[in-house]
């Protein structure tokens, strides 16, 4: 197994295939491994009456989830070293232990019907919080590699600024293009960017194909789902520079994890203070 590993979380619904294609498609780019983790709630609860009749029958039901999720990966990257593995413990808990040695972990999530637009579970949006890696949510009908390229939402904050390093090695690793999205709330001058710190940004990490700047007025949400449309990954801190300490994302992250159209790019705070 190489050093370096991206994390898939299956749940063992159809949910997370389309998360293992994703995953196969970085590894490729990256040169790195795949390890598909499958967390097993069963040993969490304490059964009071002697040994239970349906544990077993549970175990191997997970086991057969892990079985099933790699044969599928194995399929997708024959080149790839994968490794799979049923952990004991809630999803949350267990993924977040992965993410202290993971570059990446990748989730799938449901997409629910009409305009309500994706569940990202409280294991999504935990993991979208705390993780101490990049956390990436693909849904099931998401393409995982059409589009043109990547978005990044750039606010002047810590996370975005790591969402830009992020997005532009991505672009580089796929050779797609990059387009670093600024949007100026109005009667929002207190935290503008201006149109100098975004170019400043970005010509101070840029070492692949040059980014296309994009500085518009609007509501941020609002702008970053219109450009991501037809993007192949959108970009975001999991906060930014706004400040209600006590919310686990921001309202921006949130809405574009709820309503994106491609996969999405979460750099959680602690991924920053580590990085
Ligand atoms: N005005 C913006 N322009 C471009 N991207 C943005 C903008 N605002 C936020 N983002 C992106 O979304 C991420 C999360 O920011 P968000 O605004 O959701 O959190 P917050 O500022 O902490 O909370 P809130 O704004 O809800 O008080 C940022 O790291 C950045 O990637
Ligand atoms: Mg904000």
Redesign the pocket.
């Known amino acids: 197994m190489t050093e370096h590993t991206i994390v898939v979380g299956v749940g063992g619904e159809s949910d997370c295939e389309n998360a293992i294609r994703w995953a196969a498609a970085e590894a490729a780019a990256r040169g790195t491994g795949i390890r598909l983790v499958h967390a097993f709630v069963w040993p969490e609860f304490p059964v009071a009456l002697g040994p239970s009749e349906v544990a077993p029958g549970l175990r191997a039901h997970a086991d057969k989830i892990v079985a099933d999720s790699l044969e599928l990966a194995t399929k997708l990257a024959p080149e790839i070293p994968i490794t799979a593995d049923r952990v004991d413990g809630f999803p949350s808990p267990v993924l977040l232990r992965e993410s202290r040695t993971a570059d990446l972990i990748v989730i799938g999530s449901r997409r629910l019907g009409g305009a309500l637009g994706v569940l990202v579970g409280s294991t999504g949006t935990d993991l979208a919080a705390h993780a101490h890696c990049p956390v990436i949510v693909v849904r099931p009908d998401d393409a995982v590699d059409q589009g043109r390229g990547v978005v990044i939402?750039?606010?002047g904050?810590p996370?975005?600024g790591v969402?830009l390093d992020f997005g532009l090695d991505y672009a580089r690793r796929h050779h797609v293009d990059a387009r670093v999205?600024?949007?100026?709330?109005p009667n929002d001058d207190q935290q503008r960017?201006t149109q100098h710190d975004l170019a400043r940004a970005v010509q101070s990490r840029q070492t692949g194909p040059v980014a296309e700047l994009i500085h518009v007025t609007g509501k941020?949400a609002e702008e970053?789902l219109r450009w991501s449309a037809d993007a192949r990954l959108v970009v975001?801190?999991?906060?930014?520079?706004?400040?209600?300490t006590g919310?686990l994302?921001?309202?921006?992250?949130?809405t574009?994890l709820r309503q994106a159209r491609c996969p999405v790019a979460v750099i959680p705070r602690s991924a920053v203070q580590t990085s």
């Open positions: 939402g750039y606010d904050s996370a975005a969402a999205v600024a949007v100026h709330a960017v941020p970053l975001v801190g999991s906060r930014g520079r706004g400040g209600f919310m994302l921001g309202s921006v992250s949130q574009v």
